[in-house]
């Protein structure tokens, strides 16, 4: 009967539906526990980090959030080319999302934006990077070009682990790599250090 298959059709949609928002559903609300369990971590990997104390709002040290994204706390990093990471929670219908960005200081101004925003593109299985298949960023010329010809960098990014992908974020006086929120692998960690080293060298 005609009902009957208009039943089944909606019925469908509506667990289609629920299928691909699961995954969202799940997304808990950052919190500073979430910040000192990343210090904890990177203690624990003997890399020097520091707690910095920042206000629970949009924005954060040494980076700019948009009006959708609350900095949840910050670490100094010392001896290394990253200089901070914030823990940020971006607002979605689902939940917030949290993020990782690990701050690079640049030679550029606020206000300034003649740099482009890059992304790591995975060639072949998408989610994971690791386990083998190609690699290439796009986005920025100059930085492109020294990031895809780093025999160093595809080595570490190769063998890192990790849920998502990485985006560079130009900012004024800081640049943002930004993965999703994780207690980072040594692998992927010296990565990161590695994409901060061309960012502070071209930017």
């Known amino acids: 009967m005609d009902w009957w298959n208009t039943f089944v059709i909606v019925l469908l949609l509506f667990l289609a539906v629920i299928g691909l928002a699961r995954p969202f559903m799940k997304l808990k609300k950052g919190s500073p526990e979430d910040v000192g369990l990343l210090l ?36 100094k990093i010392g001896g290394r080319n990253i200089d901070l990471i914030n ?5 979605t219908p689902f939940g917030d999302r949290l993020f990782a960005d690990y701050s690079v200081r640049t030679g550029l101004w606020p206000g300034k934006t003649s740099r482009k925003k890059t992304g790591l593109v995975r060639k072949g299985a998408l989610g994971v ?6 690699i290439e960023w796009k986005g920025d010329e100059w930085l492109c070009q020294e990031l895809n010809y780093d025999p160093r960098l595809k080595d570490k990014l190769g ?18 790599v930004r993965v999703a929120y994780q207690l980072p692998s040594a692998g992927l960690f010296e990565a990161i250090d590695i994409i901060a080293g061309h960012i502070r060298s071209i930017w």
């Open 40 to 75: 904890d971590h990177l203690q624990n990997m003997g890399i020097h980090a520091t707690l910095l104390e920042v206000e629970k709002k949009a924005g954060g040290r040494g980076a700019r959030q948009t009006s959708m994204e609350r900095c949840q706390g910050a670490i």
């Open 87 to 91: 823990v940020v929670s971006k607002a």
């Open 129 to 134: 990077l690791g386990g083998g298949g190609d």
């Open 159 to 176: 063998q890192a682990e990790m849920e998502g992908s990485i985006s560079i974020l130009p900012g004024g006086e800081y640049a943002k």
